[in-house]
């Protein structure tokens, strides 16, 4: 089982380029979940995902993120366009039954 | 909404010595805890988690945390730090609904000095 993974691990961008964070889940798992992670908030949720309908979208902070989860094995994130501000570490997390999480390394994104 | 509070940002501790993090939540019901912890360029790995029962819950590389009702409480506790016990560590609440999302603090930053 290769776990929850991200991509890219890294990405330096520059101000107004889009942006796109990928995360494969672990399969078999009907939860997905994305968590934004900064020194100034922590760790906040953006958007979660059941059976690939997105579920709560209340943590998206503005028109410029978007979520899809086209299907099973795969969902992107992307921003677009980029600010500085958006700088951070952006986390996937894949759910099997209760509470039952997966993180992933990250992608950590630099807006300059 | 829940909520959590982790009042320390950063703990020293020495190898060998004891160290408890605190963690506060706020929710209606009986929640359902969690500790993480996550190492520098890593994501967050799962130590512990209390979902009913036995208030005191044992969990990966020796921790152990306890609930407390009344106090709105679920600290984390290790009765001797390694040093490769150093990373962050995330206290996280979860509503008792259908849905697993979870609500973290802000996080306590351990440090182990040798």
């Known amino acids: 089982d290769a776990g929850v993974i991200q991509s890219p691990r890294h990405e330096v961008t520059e101000m107004g380029q889009e942006v796109t964070l990928r995360c494969k889940p672990i399969s078999g798992h009907d939860y997905l979940f994305w968590y934004r992670q900064t020194m100034m908030r922590g760790l906040e949720l953006l958007i979660y995902?059941?059976?690939?309908?997105?579920?709560?979208d209340s943590g998206m902070p503005e028109d410029r993120f978007s979520a899809k989860m086209p299907n099973a094995s795969f969902s992107t994130l992307k921003i677009q366009p980029s600010e500085p501000r958006d700088s951070a570490v952006y986390f996937c997390?894949?759910?099997?039954?209760?509470?039952?999480?997966?993180f992933g390394s990250g992608t950590r994104l630099t807006v300059v | 909404a829940q909520s959590v509070t982790q009042p320390d940002i950063h703990i020293t501790v020495s190898e060998g010595a004891s160290l408890e993090l605190r963690c506060n939540y706020s929710?209606?019901?009986?929640?359902?805890l969690f500790w993480y912890v996550q190492s520098p360029g890593q994501g967050l790995q799962l130590l512990l988690k209390y979902f009913s029962g036995d208030t005191l819950v044992q969990g990966i590389k020796g921790f152990e945390a306890e609930f407390k009702r009344s106090q709105s409480s679920f600290n984390l506790r290790k009765p001797s730090v390694h040093w490769s016990d150093a990373a962050e560590y995330f206290c996280?609440?979860?509503?008792?609904?259908?849905?697993?999302?979870?609500?973290f603090g802000t996080g306590t930053r351990l440090q182990v000095t040798l």
């Open positions: 997390a894949s759910v099997q039954g209760r509470y039952g999480y997966t």
């Open positions: 929710y209606g019901a009986t929640p359902y």
């Open positions: 995902f059941n059976n690939n309908v997105p579920i709560d």
């Open positions: 996280a609440v979860g509503a008792t609904g259908t849905a697993s999302k979870l609500t």
